[in-house]
């Protein structure tokens, strides 16, 4: 089994053109809806998780996304300057890991990483855990310039332990 974090609130939205935490923390990934950024705009769009237990284990930490360029809010297909998405996850204001994407191509793809356990070692609060996504400007001419977007997002983690069960016999005599 195990627990996903999903988007719960918007912490950081510079540069965003449009959406909401809401339109990207779906139990199943959905494109009707999504955050994007302005074109050319070095963005920065945080959002923090939802709350799971602990899982007591290192491993088995996935990360989700759907992204997408993007032409004025509208994802759009392989035209236009490159953009380049930076998706981070934090703990508080600590950066656990930094994972860097360049979105060469336009329409929606998925994209996966599995966290080694070095850096989710140093999670301490899975309370208080938080994705950010950073947006380059594009650059080029005005007619290619572009922007992201993202729409769904989560973060698998392992169920915790299971409670003991022992009992413990006391005998008197």
């Not at 302005?38 to 990360?63: F, M, Q």
């Not at 656990?96 to 070692?121: C, H, K, M, Y």
Request: aromatic share 8%.
């Amino acid at each position: 089994m195990a627990q996903f974090l999903r988007p719960d609130g918007d912490i950081t939205t510079t540069g965003v053109g449009g959406g909401t935490f809401a339109s990207i923390d779906e139990e199943v990934a959905s494109d009707s809806d999504f955050v994007w950024t302005d074109d050319n705009t070095a963005a920065v769009y945080e959002v923090s998780l939802s709350n799971v237990t602990d899982p007591g284990t290192d491993s088995g930490h996935i990360l989700r996304y759907r992204v997408s360029k993007a032409d004025g809010g509208v994802p759009n297909n392989n035209s236009g300057s490159v953009v380049t998405l930076n998706v981070e996850l934090y703990q508080g204001a600590t950066q656990i890991q930094l994972i860097e994407n360049t979105l060469a191509l336009g329409l929606w793809a998925d994209r996966s990483l599995a966290f080694t356990p070095a850096f989710i070692s140093s999670i301490t609060d899975y309370t208080d855990l938080r994705l950010r996504f950073t947006c380059t400007n594009s650059g080029g001419s005005p007619a290619n310039r572009r922007g992201m977007a993202i729409s769904w997002t989560e973060l698998e983690v392992p169920d915790p332990p299971a409670p003991s069960t022992r009992r413990i016999m006391i005998i008197n005599k």
